[in-house]
């Protein structure tokens, strides 16, 4: 086991198989030294964690929540990565990360729920996890998921 998965077990946490694309995409793709991730949701043993926006109100998926489904996304998203490089020590740093949160229109907290992937991914990498980000609200993710993310990471063999 790498030295970040023995960081993300210490979180009580392990890297998942790769979630299995729901269109026509590769979970990541190499070229040269960067990995690019698709779009991660919070899938959980190939079903959806939630679905529907994110906001406060009855019906709604809480910002709470939906931080813990981009730590999901994260998770999901180093083991595209994982699948590609095999051991994740030889991930030198994470680069950039994007966020996307189906939100209620009046929701303005895509940050914070962002953050539920950028602590995991500081936590799993070490300094090598701070990475530059985007946090975007959208109208509708694919499956009425509540969040996805995406990141970009560079990579040593």
């Known amino acids: 086991m790498s030295a970040v998965e023995d960081r993300l077990a210490e979180l009580g946490l392990r ?20 990995i690019f991730t698709s779009g991660q949701l919070p899938m959980v043993s190939g079903a959806l964690a939630a679905t529907g926006k994110v906001g406060t109100g009855p019906g709604l998926v809480s910002a709470q929540d939906a931080e813990k ?17 095999g051991d994740l020590d030889k991930v ?3 680069i950039k990360v994007v966020g996307f949160v189906a939100s209620d229109p009046a929701f303005t907290g895509q940050p914070g ?21 985007s946090a975007v609200g959208v109208a509708v993710l694919p499956l009425d ?7 970009i990471v560079s990579v040593q063999d």
């Open 113 to 133: 729920v962002v953050n539920g992937a950028s602590e995991l991914l500081g936590a799993a990498f070490g300094g090598a996890g701070v990475h530059a980000r």
């Open 92 to 94: 030198t740093r994470v």
């Open 69 to 85: 489904l981009a730590q999901i996304c994260a998770l999901n998203a180093i083991a595209a990565v994982k699948a590609l490089v």
């Open 145 to 151: 998921a509540p969040v996805e993310v995406e990141i």
């Open 15 to 34: 890297v998942p198989d790769v979630a299995m694309p729901v269109a026509a995409y590769l979970p990541a793709v190499r070229d040269g030294n960067h």
